[in-house]
């Protein structure tokens, strides 16, 4: 039994559900996701092996901001067929990710095998907490992505690119709610403690040039901090 499996690859993909649902019937594929969304690529291996699959063939789909690159669907994939202790599937990868509905069909059509070779999930560069003076905490709870917070991440991450801030500056990070949803979409930059309301992608780029890369919150956009007990 040969199936297909459509993989969204970033936080975007997990919020566009339903249209990559679409694109996988329309397909015959099934639809699994690398981070923060379900189920997970591993989970949906599992469930088709268990079910007789003999191959796999996975297609990776990036509509957004932040996504890993293109390699680390092979490693998850990778990493789950050298742990499968019994009745692998064969897995074919697509050789590069699609962005759009129309690229699907030919990445599905383009694939290498897993060989059990591949890069594992850890490596001497990752063992270490990064060294960067701020993190950035964009989220992406319901509010806030209905409310545009995918363009919210889209202008910090070109901002901190165009001010020169790199990975000793700034970690930037996709969180679930935060909790001031009436003031969405919502951003908080630690360990300064400064939260931020109503940040549309303007806003983001005021904040970025202001806060991050100068050091001076905006006031105009920072959330009052109750701290009483």
Known sequence: MSVRVLVGMSVTDVDRRQDLLDWAGELDASLAF??????SLSAEL????????TTVTLAGVSLGPLAP????LRRIAAHWWRERPADRPEIQIATRLATTRDELSDAFAETRPITGTEPGLTSPAWERVPEHVRQVLICRGPRCT??????TARAVILGAMEAGLGDDDL????TGCQFPCNQAPVLSVQPDDVWYGNVEAAAARVIVRDHLAGGR???A?????????
Do not use: N
């Open 221 to 229: 956009h920072r959330l009052p901090r109750f701290t009483d007990r």
């Open 46 to 53: 599992t469930r088709l092996a268990d079910e007789g699959a």
């Open 171 to 174: 970690l930037i990070t996709h």
């Open 34 to 39: 690398l981070q923060m969304g379900g189920p």
């Open 146 to 151: 209905a409310k545009g917070s995918e363009e």
């Open 69 to 72: 690159g293109h390699s680390w």
């Open 217 to 219: 919150p905006v006031e």
